[in-house]
Every structure is written in C-alpha cells, then in structure tokens.
C-alpha cells in the first residue's frame, strides 16, 4: 500500500469510528464469542466465495488469540454469480433454526471443504449427513419465511452500507473490506475497542 493510500485508509477509519455503521445484531441468531464482548466482528459473505474461504482461516485465528474478547456474526450476501451461495445460505440458517452449534460447524466444514460445491446440493448434504439434527424438519425448515427473511435483511443490509462484493466486514461499525490480513483486522481491533475505564458508548451497534 501507498503512502497516500496507507493515508487515506487511516483516515477513513477515524472518520467511521466517529460514524460507524450499525448492524442489526438479532441474539435469535448464530453468533460466537462473549455476546458483550467489547469487539464485534460481522461478515457478509459468501459460503461460494474464494476470498470468503480463505478468510475463514483468518478469523479462526483471531477469534483464537482473542478469545473472550471479539464476538463474531456471521451474514449473508450470496453474490449472483455463485449458484451455490444462496442453497448454502439457506442450509446454514434453515440448521441454526435447531442448533446453533450444528450451524456452526456446518459454517467450518463448508469452508475447509470448500470444493464440495462443485457438487452442488450433493455437496452440501455430504456436510449435513455429519450433523445431529432432524433432517425432516431441517427440509421442511428450507424453504420456510424466516430464513428467507433472514438472508433477505442480510443482503439488503449489505447492500444499504454499499457492500457489492465479498467478504465485507465491520468492526465495531468500522468496515474492512476483502480477504485482509489478520493485522489490518487487529489494527482496527485496538483503535475501536473502547477503552475499559469508560461508560460505553451510546452509539454502539444495535441488538434485537
């Protein structure tokens, strides 16, 4: 990066840590980590995405060294020109809708076996034939309102905060956008983790 642009992203920064963005956070729904950790990382992604896939392994190591710390949200915006990442969307919501434990390690294992895709619908039951869920409610659950409706906030929220790709991030409210280096997440990290001494801020993002 540019002395100029290395600027500029500084900048930006500060201005959205004055500003931040705010998430609609629904406790209803999957999250990792503490849920008042001083840290909240969200993620619109997309389970079909390359760039999403290797920043799986990123943040698994950030939510790792700061454990206890970052709380993690995981959000959908499954991009056309995947076939796979709305099903798969579907799949992680329709599961979380039993467990959310289960939602989560369908998460992992989709994204270290990324290439199951490749198979389509096949690939994805090949994942959930490894879950302890009921199957027949998890078809039934599918095609139900609230997971459209969940994967539709999702999207239209991406799209509000002008997120057109993926994987797009906020933390505390501070966007990063791509697959970044785990030290662009830990810089932002530090600047926008509030400061134990003081009252919490009342802008904080908003929970349902």
Not at 149 to 177: C, H, K, M, W, Y
Request: hydrophobic share 40%.
């Amino acid at each position: 990066m540019s002395e100029r642009a290395r600027v500029a992203e500084q900048q930006r920064i500060l201005a959205e840590l004055e500003n931040p963005f705010k998430p609609v956070l629904d406790v209803s729904r999957p999250m990792r980590g503490p849920l008042h950790a001083p840290v909240t990382i969200v993620e619109y992604s997309d389970f079909e995405c390359p760039y999403c896939g290797a920043a799986y392994f990123t943040l698994k190591e950030i939510l790792r060294n700061h454990e206890g710390s970052v709380r993690f949200v995981y959000k959908h915006n499954p991009l056309a020109m995947h076939p796979m990442a709305e099903p798969a969307a579907r799949y992680f919501e329709a599961i979380a809708l039993q467990d959310h434990d289960q939602a989560w390690k369908f998460h992992d294992e989709l994204f270290i076996q990324q290439h199951l895709l490749e198979n389509g619908e096949e690939g994805l039951k090949a994942i959930v034939t490894s879950l302890a869920i009921d199957q027949q409610r998890l078809d039934k659950d599918l095609n139900s309102e609230l997971v459209d409706r969940r994967i539709a906030q999702d999207r239209g929220e991406a799209e509000a905060f002008g997120f057109d790709g993926t994987p797009a991030f906020l933390i505390n409210g501070v966007s990063l956008i791509g697959n970044r280096p785990e030290q662009d997440f830990l810089n932002i990290i530090q600047m926008a983790k509030p400061d134990k001494t003081s009252p919490k801020p009342s802008n904080q993002t908003s929970v349902k």
